[in-house]
């Protein structure tokens, strides 16, 4: 019910971009969730992933969770995996090739991912839909209205209440109000 000066209003609303990029950055708050399908190349097992990459997105991915792969009437798909765990797998002496993938890794590198299927794709290998995860896009606004789960939007109040709370602490330090 207070009423606060527009100095007090454009240092929050900075704050709160802050922690929601900080969270993001660090995978802790990403709860848009995307799927969006591809087309493998023949013979090219690897790709970029994020905007303007080979498999091209509208937003910036942060982590790539799971694949699936249709040709015809079949069928493939897994959990993505890490470069680690992709590279003890995949050894290809015989430079095998095949129209659905085994397996899917990816760096989760910023701003561009790398992902690599195995084995490279053979003609026709249909179209491969990726699932990830993309970070909350910061307030363009103070009138601006996000949806997010109650979970996040405690952490907010409680996370900007702490950040702000230096500034303009009160005596007796951060109240439960």
Known sequence: GETISSDMLANAFRMINQLISSWSGERL??????????TPVAGTS?????????????????????????????????????????????????AKRSV????????????????????APDTSPGTMRLDFF??????????DTITLATEYQNALHFALAVALA????????????
């Open 100 to 119: 659905l993938a085994e397996m899917v890794g990816a760096d989760n590198a910023t701003p561009l991912i790398t992902v690599e299927v195995f084995p």
């Open 46 to 94: 690897s790709y970029t992933f994020g905007v303007g990459a080979t498999f091209a997105t509208s937003a910036v991915p942060v982590q790539v969770t799971a694949w699936t792969q249709n040709s015809g009437n079949f069928s493939t798909g897994g959990k993505v995996i890490s470069f680690d765990e992709f590279r003890a797998k995949t050894l290809n002496p015989t």
């Open 134 to 143: 993309t970070p909350i896009v910061p307030f363009a606004a103070t009138g």
């Open 29 to 38: 708050i990403n709860p848009n969730q995307m799927h969006t399908n591809y």
């Open 166 to 177: 230096p500034q303009y602490a009160r005596l007796g330090g951060i109240t439960p109000e």
